[in-house]
Protein backbone atom coordinates (compact mmCIF):
# COMPACT_ATOMS: atom_id res chain seq x y z
CA UNK A 1 0.00 0.00 0.00
CA UNK A 2 0.95 3.81 -0.22
CA UNK A 3 3.30 5.04 2.11
CA UNK A 4 3.39 8.56 3.97
CA UNK A 5 6.59 10.06 5.48
CA UNK A 6 6.40 12.75 7.57
CA UNK A 7 9.64 14.96 8.44
CA UNK A 8 10.90 16.25 10.60
CA UNK A 9 9.72 13.60 13.51
CA UNK A 10 10.33 16.54 15.86
CA UNK A 11 10.91 20.27 16.21
CA UNK A 12 11.47 22.91 18.80
CA UNK A 13 10.98 26.46 17.91
CA UNK A 14 11.04 30.39 19.27
CA UNK A 15 7.68 32.23 19.37
CA UNK A 16 7.91 33.84 15.86
CA UNK A 17 9.84 31.35 14.09
CA UNK A 18 8.51 30.17 11.07
CA UNK A 19 9.15 26.40 10.07
CA UNK A 20 8.11 23.96 7.02
CA UNK A 21 6.44 20.74 7.60
CA UNK A 22 6.85 17.80 4.86
CA UNK A 23 4.42 15.03 4.21
CA UNK A 24 6.15 12.45 1.37
CA UNK A 25 3.80 9.96 -0.08
CA UNK A 26 4.63 6.95 -2.47
CA UNK A 27 1.90 6.54 -4.83
CA UNK A 28 -0.01 9.31 -6.74
CA UNK A 29 -2.98 10.68 -4.43
CA UNK A 30 -6.52 12.50 -5.07
CA UNK A 31 -6.96 14.08 -1.93
CA UNK A 32 -4.78 14.74 0.74
CA UNK A 33 -5.62 16.76 4.31
CA UNK A 34 -3.24 18.73 7.10
CA UNK A 35 -4.54 17.98 10.09
CA UNK A 36 -3.60 19.52 13.78
CA UNK A 37 -3.85 18.23 17.19
CA UNK A 38 -3.77 20.26 19.51
CA UNK A 39 -2.06 19.40 22.93
CA UNK A 40 -6.01 18.78 24.72
CA UNK A 41 -6.22 16.31 21.65
CA UNK A 42 -8.56 18.06 19.66
CA UNK A 43 -7.96 16.63 15.61
CA UNK A 44 -8.21 20.19 13.64
CA UNK A 45 -8.82 20.16 10.12
CA UNK A 46 -6.38 22.51 8.51
CA UNK A 47 -6.31 22.12 4.76
CA UNK A 48 -7.68 19.92 2.31
CA UNK A 49 -5.23 20.22 -0.75
CA UNK A 50 -4.74 17.70 -2.96
CA UNK A 51 -2.68 19.62 -5.69
CA UNK A 52 -1.92 23.45 -5.67
CA UNK A 53 -1.36 25.68 -2.56
CA UNK A 54 -3.45 27.34 0.14
CA UNK A 55 -3.44 29.98 2.17
CA UNK A 56 -4.87 31.07 5.89
CA UNK A 57 -3.58 33.34 8.10
CA UNK A 58 -0.13 32.41 8.92
CA UNK A 59 -0.74 28.74 7.66
CA UNK A 60 -0.32 27.77 4.28
CA UNK A 61 0.34 24.70 2.29
CA UNK A 62 1.41 23.54 -1.16
CA UNK A 63 0.91 20.04 -2.93
CA UNK A 64 2.55 18.92 -5.58
CA UNK A 65 1.18 15.70 -6.93
CA UNK A 66 3.20 14.80 -9.50
CA UNK A 67 6.15 15.04 -7.32
CA UNK A 68 4.96 13.35 -4.33
CA UNK A 69 4.96 15.56 -1.51
CA UNK A 70 3.25 18.67 0.19
CA UNK A 71 4.31 21.02 2.27
CA UNK A 72 3.20 22.89 5.73
CA UNK A 73 4.56 26.11 6.14
CA UNK A 74 3.88 27.73 9.72
CA UNK A 75 5.15 31.32 10.02
CA UNK A 76 5.57 33.88 12.71
CA UNK A 77 4.68 30.34 15.19
CA UNK A 78 2.91 31.14 18.25
CA UNK A 79 2.98 29.20 21.57
CA UNK A 80 -0.79 27.71 20.61
CA UNK A 81 0.71 26.10 17.37
CA UNK A 82 2.68 23.60 19.66
CA UNK A 83 1.05 20.10 18.69
CA UNK A 84 1.46 17.73 16.50
CA UNK A 85 0.83 17.83 12.32
CA UNK A 86 -0.95 15.03 10.67
CA UNK A 87 -1.23 14.53 6.62
CA UNK A 88 -3.66 12.34 5.83
CA UNK A 89 -4.11 10.64 2.42
CA UNK A 90 -5.99 7.75 0.95
CA UNK A 91 -4.82 4.34 0.60
CA UNK A 92 -4.06 3.14 -2.53
CA UNK A 93 -7.00 3.02 -4.83
CA UNK A 94 -9.06 3.40 -2.51
CA UNK A 95 -10.09 7.59 -2.07
CA UNK A 96 -12.31 6.60 0.62
CA UNK A 97 -9.56 4.80 2.63
CA UNK A 98 -7.72 7.61 4.87
CA UNK A 99 -4.68 6.97 6.53
CA UNK A 100 -2.49 9.05 8.46
CA UNK A 101 0.90 9.60 8.65
CA UNK A 102 3.03 9.49 12.29
CA UNK A 103 2.94 13.23 12.32
CA UNK A 104 5.45 15.75 13.16
CA UNK A 105 5.67 17.25 16.86
CA UNK A 106 5.87 20.61 17.04
CA UNK A 107 7.07 22.69 20.41
CA UNK A 108 6.89 26.33 20.42
CA UNK A 109 8.99 27.76 22.83
CA UNK A 110 7.81 31.41 24.62
CA UNK B 1 -23.86 23.00 12.44
CA UNK B 2 -22.96 20.30 15.29
CA UNK B 3 -19.95 18.48 14.40
CA UNK B 4 -19.03 15.30 15.61
CA UNK B 5 -20.29 13.65 18.34
CA UNK B 6 -18.80 11.57 20.69
CA UNK B 7 -19.54 9.74 23.93
CA UNK B 8 -18.81 9.05 26.41
CA UNK B 9 -15.36 11.38 26.63
CA UNK B 10 -13.60 9.61 28.77
CA UNK B 11 -14.22 5.81 30.04
CA UNK B 12 -12.62 3.86 32.83
CA UNK B 13 -13.30 0.53 33.28
CA UNK B 14 -12.18 -2.64 34.52
CA UNK B 15 -10.44 -5.78 32.69
CA UNK B 16 -13.22 -8.15 31.26
CA UNK B 17 -16.15 -5.50 31.01
CA UNK B 18 -17.98 -4.61 27.73
CA UNK B 19 -17.26 -0.75 26.35
CA UNK B 20 -19.54 0.78 24.14
CA UNK B 21 -18.70 3.96 22.73
CA UNK B 22 -21.03 5.87 20.64
CA UNK B 23 -20.53 8.39 17.60
CA UNK B 24 -23.09 10.85 15.94
CA UNK B 25 -21.52 11.91 12.44
CA UNK B 26 -22.24 15.20 10.75
CA UNK B 27 -25.79 14.99 9.01
CA UNK B 28 -25.37 14.65 5.40
CA UNK B 29 -22.32 12.86 5.84
CA UNK B 30 -22.03 9.33 4.05
CA UNK B 31 -18.77 8.20 5.31
CA UNK B 32 -18.04 7.51 8.84
CA UNK B 33 -14.73 6.14 10.34
CA UNK B 34 -13.47 5.01 13.46
CA UNK B 35 -10.06 5.03 14.26
CA UNK B 36 -7.67 4.13 17.33
CA UNK B 37 -5.08 6.18 18.80
CA UNK B 38 -1.99 5.21 20.73
CA UNK B 39 1.71 6.04 21.48
CA UNK B 40 2.85 3.07 20.16
CA UNK B 41 0.99 2.89 16.72
CA UNK B 42 -0.07 6.60 16.17
CA UNK B 43 -3.81 6.71 14.41
CA UNK B 44 -4.96 3.46 13.02
CA UNK B 45 -8.09 3.48 10.98
CA UNK B 46 -10.43 0.34 12.75
CA UNK B 47 -13.32 0.75 10.57
CA UNK B 48 -14.90 2.54 8.05
CA UNK B 49 -18.65 3.16 6.71
CA UNK B 50 -20.41 4.09 3.61
CA UNK B 51 -24.02 4.69 3.89
CA UNK B 52 -24.36 2.39 7.08
CA UNK B 53 -22.55 -0.43 5.38
CA UNK B 54 -19.30 -1.60 6.93
CA UNK B 55 -16.83 -1.19 3.73
CA UNK B 56 -13.17 -2.47 5.25
CA UNK B 57 -12.82 -3.76 9.07
CA UNK B 58 -9.49 -4.78 8.28
CA UNK B 59 -8.15 -2.45 10.66
CA UNK B 60 -10.37 -4.10 13.17
CA UNK B 61 -7.71 -5.49 15.93
CA UNK B 62 -9.73 -8.74 16.63
CA UNK B 63 -12.87 -10.56 17.58
CA UNK B 64 -13.64 -8.59 20.98
CA UNK B 65 -13.97 -5.54 18.63
CA UNK B 66 -17.33 -5.02 16.78
CA UNK B 67 -18.82 -1.91 14.95
CA UNK B 68 -22.27 -1.41 13.61
CA UNK B 69 -24.42 1.87 11.81
CA UNK B 70 -27.78 1.09 12.42
CA UNK B 71 -28.70 4.28 11.03
CA UNK B 72 -27.43 7.55 9.23
CA UNK B 73 -26.62 9.47 12.63
CA UNK B 74 -25.77 6.57 14.65
CA UNK B 75 -22.64 4.52 14.79
CA UNK B 76 -21.47 2.14 18.15
CA UNK B 77 -17.62 0.59 18.60
CA UNK B 78 -17.82 -2.43 20.98
CA UNK B 79 -15.26 -3.47 23.05
CA UNK B 80 -16.17 -7.09 24.77
CA UNK B 81 -14.07 -7.84 26.67
CA UNK B 82 -11.55 -5.36 27.08
CA UNK B 83 -8.55 -6.07 28.04
CA UNK B 84 -5.65 -2.75 29.32
CA UNK B 85 -3.92 -2.80 25.65
CA UNK B 86 -7.25 -1.26 24.36
CA UNK B 87 -6.92 1.72 26.18
CA UNK B 88 -6.32 4.41 23.82
CA UNK B 89 -8.57 7.12 22.38
CA UNK B 90 -10.59 6.03 20.36
CA UNK B 91 -11.80 8.96 17.03
CA UNK B 92 -14.68 9.03 15.38
CA UNK B 93 -14.98 10.87 11.72
CA UNK B 94 -17.31 11.66 9.35
CA UNK B 95 -16.88 12.65 5.35
CA UNK B 96 -18.95 13.07 2.56
CA UNK B 97 -18.34 11.87 -0.94
CA UNK B 98 -18.94 15.05 -2.03
CA UNK B 99 -16.07 17.16 -1.01
CA UNK B 100 -14.00 14.27 -1.79
CA UNK B 101 -13.32 12.63 1.51
CA UNK B 102 -12.83 15.86 3.77
CA UNK B 103 -12.97 14.37 6.94
CA UNK B 104 -13.95 15.89 10.44
CA UNK B 105 -13.17 14.16 13.72
CA UNK B 106 -15.03 14.37 16.98
CA UNK B 107 -13.51 15.17 20.20
CA UNK B 108 -12.32 11.23 20.67
CA UNK B 109 -13.25 8.92 23.67
CA UNK B 110 -10.34 8.22 26.15
CA UNK B 111 -10.84 4.64 27.28
CA UNK B 112 -8.52 3.28 29.82
CA UNK B 113 -9.15 -0.06 30.96
CA UNK B 114 -7.59 -1.75 34.08
Known amino acids: GIQVEQSPPDLILQEGANSTLRCNFS?????LQWFHQNPWGQLINLFYIPSGTKQNGRLSATTVATERYSLLYISSSQTTDSGVYFCALPLGNRDDKIIFGKGTRLHILP | DAGVIQSPRHEVTEMGQEVTLRCKPISGHDYLFWYRQTMMRGLELLIY????????DSGMPEDRFSAKMPNASFSTLKIQPSEPRDSAVYFC????????????FGEGSRLTVL
Open chain 2, 93 to 104: ASSTSGTGGELF
Open chain 2, 49 to 56: FNNNVPID
Open chain 1, 27 to 31: DSVNN
